[in-house]
T-cell receptor, first 116, second 110 residues
Framework: DVKVTQSSRYLVKRTGEKVFLECVQD?????MFWYRQDPGLGLRLIYF???????EKGDIPEGYSVSREKKERFSLILESASTNQTSMYLC???????????????FGPGTRLTVL | SQQGEEDPQALSIQEGENATMNCSYK?????LQWYRQNSGRGLVHLIL?????REKHSGRLRVTLDTSKKSSSLLITASRAADTASYFC??????????FGTGTKLQVIP
């Protein structure tokens, strides 16, 4: 079974702090994704990566950055946390690769981040 | 921008009844996927239907796709309390990523 793990289930930070959210997958997937989920807005894509050291902006990248130094690990960084970044953050991975047509995504359990 | 929009936003039914959720989208797709999310957890993939398919079954799930209307429906037959969750459609336009809708919250009353 694919396993996607996230470093924390719950996190409380203060405004202005630098926040790191870590995600690790164990199935050698090419693609990894970071979403945030807010009531009434569904899942919104922040960033995704289709290869090591490669990244692409999603729909709401402002205030976030990412790092993918190893294939299995994708980090989301909040450079200076703000209260409007309080949300549920979900990491996912998919097989990807050249010629891949079906991109079923496997999700981690989520990190509920509160910024005070 | 959101690609898929689910309807209804919330649905409450009795155990044993069927539940139908609909998804509409805006642009051409390669495939459409349905996911389930139990409260406070990550999403779990349920079923994928390709753009050249019209109907697909998996256990108690039945998915239809009408590309001319840009819409899909998910039917859960003989619902159980354990089916209580939020359900999301996700459209894949072929760029290695999918776009999720806002979800339907299903409550199955025992």
């Amino acid at each position: 079974d694919v396993k996607v793990t996230q470093s924390s289930r719950y996190l409380v930070k203060r405004t202005g702090e630098k926040v790191f959210l870590e995600c690790v997958q164990d199935m050698d997937h090419e693609n990894m994704f970071w979403y945030r989920q807010d009531p009434g807005l569904g899942l919104r894509l922040i960033y995704f990566s289709y290869d090591v050291k490669m990244k692409e902006k999603g729909d709401i990248p402002e205030g976030y950055s990412v790092s993918r130094e190893k294939k299995e690990r994708f980090s989301l960084i909040l450079e200076s946390a703000s209260t409007n970044q309080t949300s549920m953050y979900l990491c996912a991975s998919s097989l990807g690769g050249r010629g891949s047509s079906y991109n079923e995504q496997f999700f981690g359990p989520g990190t509920r981040l509160t910024v005070l | 921008s959101q690609q898929g929009e689910e309807d209804p936003q919330a649905l409450s039914i009795q155990e044993g009844e069927n539940a139908t959720m609909n998804c509409s989208y805006k642009t051409s797709i390669n495939n459409l996927q349905w996911y389930r999310q139990n409260s406070g957890r990550g999403l779990v993939h349920l079923i994928l239907i390709r753009s050249n398919e019209r109907e697909k079954h998996s256990g108690r799930l039945r998915v239809t796709l009408d590309t001319s209307k840009k819409s899909s429906s998910l039917l859960i037959t003989a619902s159980r309390a354990a089916d209580t969750a939020s359900y999301f459609c996700a459209t894949d336009a072929g760029y290695q990523k999918v776009t999720f809708g806002t979800g339907t919250k299903l409550q199955v009353i025992p």
